[in-house]
Structures are given as C-alpha cells and as structure tokens.
C-alpha cells in the first residue's frame, strides 16, 4: 500500500527534528567553526589541514551524557594524531607506507573490542591514515617541517573540536532529553502498530503469522538500544523540575513497553474463535488509537508544545461482557486482554499528564540509584585483555580489515591513478563490517550513494566556486554524513562523497571534475568489491557467537522470574518496583534483543554456516511469550494485589519460580509436564474485576512453566549442532 504524502512529509519533519540530525549540524558547525579561526590564525592551507582534524574526531561525537563526555571522545585524537604524522612522513616511500598501513589498521580496529563506544574510535583512527594519504607531499627537501607543521595544525583541528563537543553536548543536554524521549514514544507507537496486526482472525491473518512475530522481535531489540540510550542521557541527574518529569515519562514508557508484551497473551486462542472477531476488532483500534496519541505526544515534544489531554476514554469492557461462564472462557479472555489494554491507556494518559505538567513524577528509585541503569563511560582493559581469543569476532574482524585495506592500497598503487589510491580504502574501511549482512548492507548503499554524490560534487567542482562556498559545502556534506551514519547510511554515504572530493580538492588533490567523477566511481566499485571479498576471510559467522548468546539469554531468563515472582511486592505499602527486577527485566530484553539481531543477521548468511534457524527462532518467540506471561503475573502483584490473597498465591509462586529455574538451567532436565490449566483452577470462576485473581496467577505461572519447558528444548536443540565449533 502506497505511503500517503502527509505521512511521509510527517516522517521527514520528525528525522529533522531528531537527535541524530542536532547531533550532525552540532558536529557540522563545530567543524566550520574550527576551519574559520584557524583559517583567521594561520591560513587558509593551515584551516584545511585542522578541517581533516575535526573531521577525524567527529565519528565518537554522539549524543552522550554530560559526565564522561570527554573521556569518552579523548582516545580519536589521541591515536589519530601519531598516525597522522607517521603517513606525512612516509608520503615519498608508497610501499613503507602500505607496510604501515597494514599494522596500524589492525591496532586501530582492535578498538572494536569496546563495542559501540571503541567503534567510533577505530574508525576515526583509520580515518586519520585515510585522509593524510589525501593530503599532498611536501617539496623535496622539507620532509620533516612539513609533517611537522601539517600534522600540528591537525592536531589543532581534532582538539579544537574535541573542546567544542564537550561544550555542544552540554549546550544540547537539555534538547537531547527531549528528543530522545520523543524517538522512543514513536518506537513504542510503531510496535503498537504492529502489535494491532496480531488481532486479527487466523482466518484472514493467513500466512503472516511467523513474519510478524519476527518483526515484533525486531521492533523490541530495537526499542531496547532506544531505550538504554534514552537511559544514558535522560535518568543522568535529573534535577529539575522538567528533567524529572522527563525521567518520569522514561519510566512509564518502560511500563508500557511490558503491557504491550501482556497485550500479546491469550491471542492465539481468540483468533480461533469466529465469534470473537468483533471483539479483537475493537480491541485493535483501542491499541491504534493509543498508538496515535503516543505519536501526536511524541510531535509535541519535538515542537516544543503543550501537548492535547487525552481525549480518548477508557475502552467499556462492558461491551466486551458475556453471560458468566465456567473456567477461562474465550469471553473471559477477550476480557482480561481488554484489562491490559487498558493498563496501556492508562499509562499513555500518565505520559501526557506529565507532559502537561499536570502530574509529578516517582523518581525516588531512580532518584537514588541512576547510576546502575546507565552505560559505563570508563574503558578499562578487561574487554583488551579478553580479546586474544582465535573465536574473538573483533580480533579476527581486524585481522580481516588489515588484510583487506593492504590488499586494496597494493591494488591502488598498480592503478593509473594511484595519487588518489585512498579513496579505495576509505571505502573498504566504511564497508567492511563485523557480519556479512552488515557488509552487504552497507556495499549496495555505499555504490549509490557514491554514484549521486560524485554527481553533486562533480558539479560543484565545476562551478568553480569560492574558497568559502566550498567550505560551506563541506559543512553540509559532513551534517548529512554524521547525521544519518546509523539511520540512513544511503544519505550518508552522500554526503561523505561530497565531503571527500570536496575537502580533497581544498587540499590541493583536486584534477579535472569529469576525471574526479570517474575515478571516485571506479575506486569506489572496487573497494567494495574487495570489502566484499573479504568479507568471507576469517569470517566470523553468527553461528559462532550463538551459544554465548543463547546461554545470556536464558540466564537472564533465569534471573527475570527470579525477580519477577519475587514476594515481597505482596508486603510493600505502595507499587515501587523493586530495583533488583527492574535490573533483572533490562537484562532479560537486551539479551533477547542481541540475540534476535545476530539471527536476523545470519539469515544473510551462507547456508552451510548458518545455525539452526528454526529452533532458534521458536526460542526467540517463545522468550518474549515467557516475558508477557511473567508480566501478567508482576502487573498483577503491582497494580492489583488487592484482588489477590497472600495466602492462597505464596507457595504456588514459589515453588513455580524454582521450578521455572530448574528447568532453565537445565537442573531439571526431565521436568515433569505441568497439569492442565484447567486442572489448577477452581469452577465456576468468578467475574475478573470484582474478586479473587489468584485463579488467572495460577493459569500464567502454569503457561510459564509449559513455556520454559519447550524454550529449554529449542535452546539445546540450537547450542547442541553448534558444539563441535
């Protein structure tokens, strides 16, 4: 179905509302800052020279918290630096300078061993062997004054920025807490969206059944990165007034992110039932229409406006209600699902309110306690130290890099046009990722994006423009290029077209614009035909990294019913979640999250390494099925342990969250079936809104044990093939 036009210009003027695009034009400026009072101080070759600085300290600048910002950009200048240097001095010797590359390639992109924060660094360190080949060699007889002087001028360019980062990201501090919770409402709107294609009959659901729990899957490993990052900036120090409201939106969108898990519960039974098609009908647009505040909420925000009060009423479970029935009728689960529906109406009215500034938000756990739901901003040695594995994915991914960027340099020496043999390995370097489908991603939208951006460039070039026009140009190339580098690479990949034929003719590496065009072109095929190739050198397949995933995931499946059937919310005065299980509850997504990206990533695989697809899908499903069961039964002790009788639900929880642990871990490893649900559960059952609930408790921890069984199951089924790797 075809996208209507005001949704698509809406979508465009929330990506330009977004973080990623303040952090780019943030990053954009500091750099057109720096080339100007440098261009004031010593000159326009000296600007360009520290342009390349800035440009190089750019890729770790994102969006961060205010403590360990500097910490954590410090290492891009401090490696690029000496690199730098050493290529300006080996600029006559084209073979020392491939001997050099090779090492230094493989030292930088050992970075990668500290995730996403050591990405950004080895990238910009590599960029910085990269764009000093661009410069031009120094006239014979001043070898060490030029690499001396030139390099001292990047120096000044990367650490001129580094101080304007700090200072930027401080600035945007408050902008960024805003924008970051609007990005994670749109997601949670988005995965309501999807949700509501679930309530449909099987009938006319047909074959997408499968699809849609993998995208569901995906949306959630997505909300989870969202999430955290949100968590790093928005939970740090929440002083103000508006800073704890903020925090309190964080928090309830947490809490709806749970429901929406709840929400997916009893669904494949009513799907069955012909006579609950109207039913799920209306419960579908409720979940729709809740998904449109989120989005009118989430606008708001990025505007900077008052948002609407919320409109919309409660959803009438009275036009849900049937005669009264024995046991766990279909009408009766149409009506507990219409329940957790309604939890997520209420926390999407809570979200508003605080918006509004009608409502205060409970900060007291966060208030204390912050500092353990945030990503660390130190590096340490242990993830070095640990590397010097032959299984580790980074040591063999730099071992991988190096090879292929000395491969690619040799070729581009044998080239016609070898002067300009780094635009070959800066595109290795932007290609070659850790994973083949990330590579194969980023080859076919590195090609096209060269091919229109050599266009646009080519043509500015032709223009004969200004001096100061093409530095403009270069801002905005650089803008687009750090802007949508992990949302939209095709733009990226533009705009550091433009920004590198146009910076490398600033450097006096310029030629002809048509020959420019045809040659950025040819070097940009063939370095990503080698990246490609390379790919497939001392690969690191995801079936290699599965069984540390999987084992991740079921302990902190493990860790999560521990928590979640805890026994101490039946005792608490108020509904404050427990930190423990709120711990417990971010492990168990983010580990699920990991492991649902590297099975999406090795369906791109070639069949013959690929792990037990299959298997380990139905794991993944029935993880999430374990988190919604689990919810239920926490929603129930948090928000209606007036409707539950201590007496009759302690020993029933208990003994399930042992059981729950004996057959995860595989103490159990011929548990017994657990009984039928009908068995567990006294009749006639009494209306779900007036009394007792330990009967619907009793039914969750029964699924919950089904389900833990056949996730243990699968999980062998998936780590037993993978053993003898």
Request: net charge positive; aromatic share 6%; charged share 15%.
């Amino acid at each position: 179905m075809p996208i209507p036009l005001q949704s698509r210009l809406q979508s465009v003027r929330r990506e330009l509302l977004s973080h990623h695009v303040a952090n780019g034009l943030a990053a954009a400026l500091g750099m057109m800052v720096v080339a100007a009072l440098v261009h004031l101080w010593l000159g326009s070759s000296a600007a360009s020279a520290a342009t390349v600085g800035a440009i190089v300290a750019i890729p770790p600048d994102v969006p961060a918290p205010r403590r360990g910002k500097l910490l954590h950009m410090l290492p891009a200048p401090l490696l690029a630096l000496p690199l730098f240097f050493v290529v300006q001095r080996l600029h006559d010797d084209p073979w020392m300078l491939g001997l050099l590359i090779v090492p230094a390639s493989f030292l930088a992109f050992l970075g990668m061993a500290w995730g996403k924060r050591g990405g950004p660094v080895a990238i910009a360190a590599v960029f910085a062997l990269v764009f000093s080949m661009a410069v031009p060699p120094p006239a014979e007889g001043e070898g060490w004054r030029a690499a001396l002087s030139t390099s001292f001028h990047f120096g000044l360019g990367a650490f001129l920025y580094l101080a304007w980062a700090v200072l930027a990201n401080h600035l945007l501090n408050r902008r960024y807490r805003v924008q970051l919770i609007a990005d994670v409402l749109l997601s949670l709107a988005d995965l309501m969206r999807l949700q509501a294609l679930q309530f449909t009959p099987v009938v006319a659901l047909g074959k997408r059944a499968d699809p849609l729990m993998g995208a569901l899957l995906l949306r959630q490993a997505t909300l989870a990165d969202q999430l955290q990052a949100a968590r790093d900036i928005v939970l740090e120090s929440p002083t103000s007034a508006r800073q704890q409201r903020l925090a309190g939106m964080l928090l309830c969108a947490l809490e709806m992110r749970d429901h929406l898990v709840a929400c997916g519960l009893d669904l494949d039974q009513l799907r069955h039932q012909p006579e609950q098609a109207g039913a799920l009908a209306q419960l579908r647009t409720e979940l729709l229409a809740q998904a449109g505040e989120l989005e009118r909420l989430a606008d708001a925000l990025l505007l900077a406006r008052r948002p609407e009060p919320q409109a919309r009423p409660r959803l009438d479970l009275g036009a849900l209600e049937e005669p009264a029935q024995a046991g766990f009728s279909p009408a009766r689960l149409a009506q507990g699902l219409a329940h957790r529906i309604g939890h997520v109406h209420d926390e999407v009215g809570r979200l508003i309110a605080l918006a509004r500034g009608e409502a205060a938000a409970d900060l007291a756990l966060v208030r204390v306690s912050w500092q353990m739901f945030v990503s660390p901003v130190g590096w340490g040695w242990k993830p070095f130290l640990g590397l010097w594995r032959w299984r580790a994915a980074p040591l063999r991914h730099a071992m991988r890099a190096a090879l292929a960027i000395g491969a690619g340099y040799a070729l581009a020496q044998l080239l016609p046009w070898r002067e300009h043999a780094y635009w070959i390995v800066l595109t290795i370097v932007v290609v070659l990722r850790g994973s083949l489908a990330q590579t194969l991603e980023r080859r076919n939208q590195r090609v096209a994006g060269t091919l229109l951006g050599c266009l646009l460039a080519s043509a500015l070039l032709a223009a004969d423009l200004p001096h100061w026009a093409l530095l403009v140009c270069v801002t905005l190339g650089q803008a687009v290029a750090h802007s949508f580098a992990l949302r939209r690479y095709l733009f990226t990949a533009v705009g550091a077209t433009v920004l590198g034929l146009v910076q490398a003719h600033l450097l006096g590496a310029g030629g002809s614009p048509g020959f420019v065009l045809l040659e950025r072109m040819a070097d940009t095929v063939i370095g990503a035909a080698i990246a490609w190739a390379f790919a497939y050198v001392l690969p690191s397949w995801e079936r290699q990294q599965i069984p540390a995933l999987v084992a991740r995931t079921l302990a902190a499946q493990v860790r999560h019913a521990r928590e979640a059937l805890g026994l101490g919310q039946l005792q608490a005065v108020d509904n404050r979640p427990e930190l423990a299980w709120r711990l417990a509850r971010r492990e168990a997504y983010d580990s699920l999250g990991a492991l649902v990206q590297a099975t999406a990533r090795a369906w791109k695989e070639p069949r013959a390494v690929r792990p037990p697809l299959a298997p380990l899908e139905r794991m993944q499903a029935h993880c999430y099925q374990l988190l919604a069961q689990l919810t239920a039964v926490k929603s129930m002790l948090l928000l209606r342990r007036g409707h539950l009788r201590s007496e009759d639900v302690l020993a029933p929880m208990q003994a399930s969250a042992d059981r729950l642990e004996a057959i995860l871990t595989g103490a159990a490893a011929s548990a017994a079936p657990a009984p039928p649900v009908e068995n567990t559960t006294p009749e006639p059952l009494p209306p779900l809104v007036e009394t007792d609930l330990a009967p619907w408790l009793l039914r969750r921890l029964c699924l919950a044990e089904e389900l833990a069984q056949q996730l243990r199951e699968e999980a062998m089924a998936v780590v037993g093939p993978l053993r003898g790797d």
